[in-house]
């Protein structure tokens, strides 16, 4: 089961989530927490795998706890789930270290795949805000030329462009009929290649240098 910690400053929310998470047998709720220190707080005792975040929150919000949850526990994936979809939240929460970004209308059976699928390295971005994200991040990153070492064998894109979509390195090599060891070498390389560290900002640089369609 995919241990979750729950962090939303409404208790009517929490508990709703609570009960919609605990009802699949794929899902725990370790512990419910109000502001992104409280969070914080929690994640020694309840040892989370993914922590489902909100942003605007009182004390410490979900952008702040999302960067200091990474820092100190960066195996710790974090889902952010909110009512925002402003461009400055979404580069902000990207940007902190976010494993995938929704909003609170997701239907409950979309939030529990989303859940799992982090857990497991994939990244789910609302389909609504994945476009708004992505121009944000372009608008905000200084204008550069392709690094000189930035070229990218054909069965790296094929690979890139799988990722982009939120593959996991298994979900790749079943189709791409390799073994899942020979993808996360691939990917290894794909990250050098790109100058990044996590599959997120692989996703966002193919896309601000055109090298997969979001349209697609």
Same mark, same amino acid.
């Given at each position: ?43 020694? %005792? ?52 976010? $494993? ?8 409950? %059976? ?9 857990? $497991? ?96």
């Amino acid at each position: 089961m995919i241990k979750v910690l729950i962090c939303d400053d409404q208790v009517i929310v929490c508990e709703g989530l609570q009960t919609i998470l605990n009802a699949s047998p794929q899902v725990e709720v370790v512990g419910t927490a109000h502001d992104g220190s409280d969070a914080l707080e929690q994640i020694p %005792a309840t040892n989370p795998e993914v922590v489902l975040m909100d942003l605007k929150m009182p004390v410490m919000n979900g952008i702040i706890a999302t960067r200091k949850i990474k820092e100190k526990y960066p195996e710790i994936k974090v889902l952010v789930l909110t009512t925002y979809d402003d461009d400055e939240w979404l580069f902000d929460a990207v940007r902190g270290g976010a $494993s995938g970004y929704l909003l609170k209308d997701t239907p409950p %059976a979309e939030l529990i795949e989303a859940i799992v699928g982090t857990a $497991s390295g994939k990244t789910f971005i609302d389909p609504n805000v994945a476009g708004k994200l992505f121009h944000s991040y372009s608008e905000k990153q200084p204008a550069k030329k392709l690094p000189t070492n930035f070229h990218l064998s054909e069965r790296e894109t094929d690979i890139l462009e799988l990722l982009a979509q939120g593959l996991s390195n298994a979900d790749i090599a079943n189709q791409l009929y390799l073994t899942e060891g020979t993808v996360r070498n691939y990917t290894s390389e794909i990250f050098k290649k790109l100058g990044v560290s996590d599959r997120t900002q692989a996703a966002v640089l193919a896309l601000r240098y055109g090298l997969v369609d979001l349209d697609e």
